[in-house]
């Protein structure tokens, strides 16, 4: 009997102390460095530069220490030292890249910097470097998690769309994946776009039009903030705008563009994967002249001469470019110039500038630092033909 009682006591600890670890979980806190956390501490969800807890089920823009590029995805999970990030929104946004929709681990020590947007127009982020933070993973009874809400966004669909915080400089924004395109959340009654309802007519402008518009031609004069096609922007449907002439955009808010130096646009290793992904999304052409006197973001593709004031970020440049500060494009065929910061994915010509960066290029960069898969060099490089793959020797097993 005596044995029982002692062996049901033995139970009833074990189970106790089964129940205490499954109810603990990994949270993660970032504390700046050189601060002490106090318990009492209230720290929030959203990002502090003092210190703050990295939510579960938050969509993040991070920057890994080997990848420079941008890179994007929910937290999943975290345990003792990682960190769990999916590689999309959801199924939906992965199938359009596609991709198989997972998560994976990252040590905490691989993640360099994270972005903040900042303005979602200009497409501008505040980066966090994160060597400056201790990264406290602490053993706590409840998951830090930002709960998704779910909203019937279109008065015309009845489906609930998940609506996903997103981690940025003014704390959360919203964002919601609609057939894989993401979206930010801007309030509900929304009109959902049914394919009758779209309007496709073609129609032109000419002499003097002012932009955005909604003609999709303009033969002249293209003058404005954005040469944008909105002719159903209440469908969230992008149009393209083909324009003959001359492009005058005058954006005086594009001047803020000058805090972040570099661009940072999707991740793309190859030209072929711009060419397969992202191409289709530019929805500008320009043939003849682009003129502006700030900055210009847009997905946008120039045949001619290309002038900006001071920050060019453009899909692509064939011709002439010539930009204050620095320039940024995926494919660029003939002259590029920037006065300090001159990058492209491909390259066809000539780069000038201070800084020259390029991932396949055939020609030559001209400048204090100039930088090619082939070598890097002071005042002048080039690269006439792709680097050629190192040839590995297979070894004959001993016997």
């Not at 992965?94 to 020590?109: G, I, R």
């Not at 394919?195 to 032109?204: A, F, G, L, T, V």
């Not at 954005?226 to 324009?243: C, G, P, S, W």
């Amino acid at each position: 009997m005596m044995k029982n009682v002692l062996f049901l006591l033995l139970m009833t600890i074990s189970s106790f102390s089964l129940n205490a670890q499954t109810d603990s979980v990994y949270n993660l806190i970032l504390v700046k460095k050189g601060l002490t956390l106090d318990q009492n501490d209230s720290l929030p969800l959203e990002w502090d530069n003092q210190g703050f807890y990295l939510a579960r089920n938050c969509y993040i823009n991070y920057i890994l220490k080997d990848k420079p590029d941008l890179l994007a995805g929910r937290v999943t999970d975290i345990k003792k030292d990682s960190i769990f990030i999916s590689n999309s929104f959801n199924k939906d946004a992965a199938y359009l890249q596609d991709l198989n929709y997972e998560s994976k681990a990252y040590h905490y020590t691989q993640i360099s910097k994270i972005a903040l947007i900042s303005d979602r127009a200009l497409g501008l982020y505040e980066y966090r470097n994160l060597s400056g933070y201790q990264f406290i993973f602490v053993l706590e009874e409840k998951p830090k998690t930002l709960e998704s809400q779910w909203v019937q966004i279109y008065n015309n669909y009845p489906d609930y769309f998940e609506l996903v915080p997103l981690l940025s400089a003014q704390g959360f924004d919203l964002l919601y994946s609609d057939n894989g395109e993401i979206f930010y959340f801007s309030g509900t009654g929304l009109t959902r776009p049914d394919p009758k309802d779209i309007d496709i007519e073609q129609s032109s402008g000419y002499g003097i039009s002012f932009t955005p518009t909604k003609f999709s031609r303009i033969y002249g004069l293209a003058l404005g903030l954005k040469a944008k096609n909105i002719r159903n922007l209440q469908h969230n449907y992008k149009d393209l705008l083909h324009i003959y002439g001359l492009n005058l955009e005058i954006n005086p808010f594009s001047i803020i563009s000058i805090f972040h130096m570099r661009p940072l646009g999707p991740s793309v290793d190859s030209i072929q994967e711009y060419e397969d992904k992202f191409r289709p999304d530019a929805r500008s052409w320009t043939y003849g002249l682009n003129v502006v006197p700030f900055s210009n973001i847009s997905e946008q593709i120039v045949h001619g001469v290309n002038i900006v004031g001071l920050k060019n970020f453009v899909d692509e440049a064939h011709g002439v470019s010539i930009t204050g500060l620095s320039s940024f494009s995926y494919k660029m065929n003939g002259l590029s110039i920037a006065g300090i910061y001159n990058s492209s994915i491909q390259t066809r010509g000539v780069q000038i500038g201070l800084v020259n960066k390029s991932k396949d290029l055939r020609g030559f960069q001209f400048g204090l630092w100039n930088i090619n898969p082939k070598r890097s060099l002071p005042l002048i490089n080039w690269q006439f033909k792709a680097k050629k793959k190192k040839k590995t020797e297979k070894k004959e097993p001993e016997n």
